[in-house]
């Protein structure tokens, strides 16, 4: 994944939670993730899984491309 699109998906990440009113934990328990590894998708230190990207972008209801900062919709 480019620099680029990581930084992205971390900016991404957390504006989602945010919007939703989720706390980290909250959307690491529904993904099925310890939340400390949640953290590191939003701080850009870990890199998620093609299929927990995708649950991400489901979660959220927005695609993938969204999520990497492909699209802006």
Do not use: F, I
Request: charged share 30%; hydrophobic share 35%; net charge positive.
């Amino acid at each position: 994944m480019s620099n680029k699109m990581k930084t992205y998906l971390g900016k991404r990440l957390k504006e989602l939670r945010e919007e939703r009113g989720y706390t980290q934990k909250q959307v690491a328990d529904k993904l099925g993730l310890n939340s400390v590894t949640y953290l590191h998708y939003e701080k850009e230190q870990r890199e998620p899984p093609l299929a927990l990207l995708a649950d991400m972008a489901q979660l959220y209801a927005v695609t993938v491309d969204y999520l990497l900062g492909l699209t802006d919709y």
